[in-house]
């Protein structure tokens, strides 16, 4: 009998789930963002969606035979971060910068941790901040989708002639340095719902980003807390901006539509590994991402704020989790 039972660190879940059927799930909901991408960008979203899969891919391969491990491709974990790295990118990064941000999420971010479910960090978010330190040119640089102008000509963020099409932010910021008129920042709301706007290639389109944070919901891959916190604290924060001075920052919806917002809560934010356990824990740490993007996008420099709030909240969520320690499945032990 004893033989039977299986003994493993916590959490422990009843549902019959795997790694791999959760990281398939994943990147089943990933899929209208990538058709998304592929319908606005053409080849340059298949050029780098492919190498940065690729490069993920081949990196963990190295990895595990370096260290004469058992090849662990099989779980799709390095899938998925391929897939949210490019995602996180401008559509006209050189691919060869895209292999090495592939391999710093992997090589640094996740397998030198000792692999999935080690690393501390998002494999994908941090390499993300390390490519916007080490090229920040190339992490500026957008692209016109193929529906605004079929040519795509690259359009820089100091190039505000073109900002005002492609990349509603980078735009948003400038009304608030009273370098462009909030009007027109809103009038961009259609287009950041549906993705007729410049960005990186996972971020344009909010209404594919939303149909595959549905499916994830419905197949309780993920819970709706984290979603649902980040949602919340940052349409609160924005409401709040916009009520003070409607005539400098934009309308909640376009930050809650534009950037990264959506794929962070419920792609990114939601990463099992880096994201605390407790239902409460889930809550304040939503919380903590919503507000420090809107924090970041209305206070800082830096026109969007995902990654850097991921990544703060992702070192919190240790002492989130201390704080907020699960009950035991007996019930809380009485001390006698």
């Known amino acids: 009998m004893l033989s039977k039972i299986t003994v493993s660190p916590a959490p422990h879940i009843s549902q019959k789930l795997s790694t791999r059927g959760v990281m398939g799930d994943v990147i089943i909901g990933l899929a209208p963002a990538m058709a998304a991408a592929i319908w606005f960008f053409h080849l340059q979203a298949v050029g780098v969606i492919l190498t940065c899969v690729t490069a993920c891919m081949a990196s963990e391969w190295i990895c595990n035979l ?116 909030v009007k027109e920042v809103n009038a961009m709301l259609k287009g950041t719902f549906w993705g007729n706007v410049g960005g990186c290639l996972g971020e344009t389109s909010s209404f594919a980003l939303l149909l595959g944070g549905v499916y994830l919901l419905i197949r309780r891959t993920i819970t709706f807390h984290i979603p649902a916190a980040v949602l919340i604290a940052a349409f609160v924060f924005a409401e709040i901006f916009y009520l003070i001075n409607p005539d400098k920052y934009s309308m909640p919806f376009v930050q809650l539509f534009g950037g990264g917002m959506l794929i962070c809560a419920f792609f990114i934010a939601t990463d099992p590994v880096t994201a605390p356990l407790s239902a409460k824990g889930m809550w304040i740490f939503g919380v903590g991402v919503g507000a420090l993007i809107m924090l970041i996008r209305f206070v800082g420099e830096y026109p969007e704020g995902v990654m850097y709030a991921v990544l703060i909240m992702n070192a919190v969520s240790p002492l989130i989790d201390r704080a907020c320690k699960l009950i035991p499945a007996g019930g809380k032990p009485h001390v006698q």
């Open 66 to 181: 370096i260290r004469k491990k058992p090849n662990s491709l099989g779980d799709l974990s390095a899938v998925v971060t391929g897939l949210i790295l490019a995602f996180s990118l401008p559509p006209a990064i050189p691919l060869w910068a895209a292999v090495i941000g592939s391999a710093f999420a992997i090589v640094i971010c996740k397998m030198l941790f000792g692999g999935l479910g080690a690393n501390i960090f998002n494999p994908a978010m941090a390499a993300r901040a390390f490519l916007t330190a080490s090229f920040g040119m190339l992490m500026t640089t957008w692209t016109v989708p193929a529906t605004v102008d079929t040519q795509m000509p690259k359009i820089s963020a100091t190039n505000t002639v073109a900002v005002t099409q492609a990349t509603p932010l980078a735009w948003a910021k400038s009304a608030i340095k009273g370098k462009a008129d």
